[in-house]
């Protein structure tokens, strides 16, 4: 006879067993179970929120044992190390496993928190993959003397690496320095070339900090190439008579002249007497005359108009650059963490900065944003107050998962209170 695991991926249950199933309730061992709850998390569009919400409060001990054993499949395990998906007392475990994949470790370093590099730099398994160290190495969260104890732990292990093939040496010591030493000579050379206003705006320290962020995020900012601003959502936060203003200013006065001689005509140069420069330029104007590295410094650079312009930006690695602005207000993040026209990627970063998550508008702000990822929305919700669990309950923007949970917690948080 087929297991439990085999029919639920043949689709061979009822539904009322399905749902028994994403809720836990099935009588097989904790490991089946678990191993159920990923697979319908991962691959079924019905019960699969259900089933994230029963993994997110799942016998930590159960998870525990299930994640330490190598003959775990490797889904369950790849669930788990996923960054949305990690429990702090598993994670040790977990990196320990070797079932776990190097590739899947580098891509935990990459958007790694502080509480888990900590886990990952005292892990043994972790400090001899050298390819998890070089990611490490490059994580904003990274202190700087943890960074330095990085680079001596790799010295050795390339003297290593390269001693039975001398060639592998200087191919791996030359390509990281072009690359980073590129985006400061490409920075330094497009500030006199029209970009002077956002970058002279800044002070000494602001461009320090252009010059870190592009250095961290040369790889990204290669793969973009000259990809044009790509606003979501622009268009209908401006209204559409702010773009014919474009196409009307970009045009030099020159073009007016051999149209007709019109009286108007004449009248136009002297509103534009500066040379060089058009009638009046609007902030979106600025903005599309740039390429990433422009944006990307004036989305850490720029004022608040910019930055509520640039956070919309379809470029993924100009858009987080707007949430490393030092000039970035608390009031700022609040919008952003409501806003529907905004990368999913934007979502997820804002509760990766701890600045932003003592803020408690930003964290309802993200819960209640239909545009946050479910299992973001799901892991803020314990943060809510009881007034706003029962708004959220009633909120029909947002998943009926959500809505679900908030008045289930509501009605806790209600019982909890009368009973003290």
């Known amino acids: 006879m087929p297991s439990m ?5 043949a689709s ?181 070339a029209g970009r002077e206003g956002p970058a002279a705006a800044g002070s000494e320290a602001d461009d320090d900090e252009v010059l870190t962020y592009l250095d961290e995020h040369a790889s990204e900012i290669a793969a973009e190439g000259e990809k044009p601003f790509q606003p979501i959502g622009i268009v209908e936060l401006l209204g559409s008579d702010y773009f014919p203003v474009t196409q009307e200013e970009t045009l030099p006065a020159a073009t007016a002249a051999p149209t007709a001689a019109k009286p108007q005509a004449a009248a136009v140069p002297k509103k534009s007497s500066a040379p060089g420069e058009p009638r009046r330029e609007n902030t979106l104007q600025k903005i599309n005359r740039l390429d990433v590295k422009g944006r990307i410094q004036l989305a850490l650079k720029g004022n608040k108009e910019e930055r509520s312009i640039l956070i919309r930006d379809g470029t993924k690695v100009v858009a987080l650059a707007v949430l490393d602005a030092p000039k970035l207000a608390d009031g700022e993040v609040e919008k952003f963490a409501s806003q529907k026209n905004v990368l999913e990627a934007v979502l997820r970063q804002i509760p990766l900065k701890r600045r932003f998550m003592k803020n408690y508008v930003v964290i309802r702000n993200l819960v209640a944003n239909p545009r946050t990822p479910l299992d973001l929305g799901l892991g803020l919700m314990k943060n809510l107050l009881v007034q706003d669990l029962k708004n959220l309950s009633g909120n029909k923007e947002v998943s009926e998962t959500i809505r679900k949970l908030a008045l289930k917690m509501y009605k806790q948080k209600m019982e909890d209170s009368k009973k003290k």
């Open 12 to 192: 061979k249950l009822p539904s009322n067993m399905m749902q028994f199933a994403a809720r836990g309730a099935l009588q097989v061992p904790a490991a089946e179970n678990i191993e159920i709850l990923v697979h319908l998390a991962l691959h079924n569009k019905v019960f699969g929120e259900l089933a994230r919400m029963t993994l997110a409060g799942w016998d930590e001990k159960a998870c525990l044992t299930v994640v330490s054993d190598p003959k775990t499949p490797r889904e369950v395990l790849s669930y788990f190390i996923v960054h949305d998906n990690i429990r702090p007392k598993l994670l040790p475990a977990l990196l320990e496993n070797p079932s776990v994949s190097e590739g899947e470790l580098i891509k935990l370093s990459v958007s790694a928190l502080r509480e888990t590099i900590e886990v990952m730099l005292k892990s043994e398994r972790v400090r001899s993959l050298r390819g998890v160290l070089e990611t490490l190495k490059t994580n904003p969260y990274v202190k700087k003397e943890e960074a330095e104890d990085l680079v001596r732990r790799l010295k050795p292990q390339l003297a290593v690496a390269t001693a039975p093939a001398s060639a592998a040496a200087p191919s791996a010591e030359p390509v990281s320095a072009p690359a980073v030493a590129t985006p400061k000579a490409v920075t330094a050379t497009e500030k006199p």
């Open 5 to 9: 695991i085999d029919q639920i991926r």
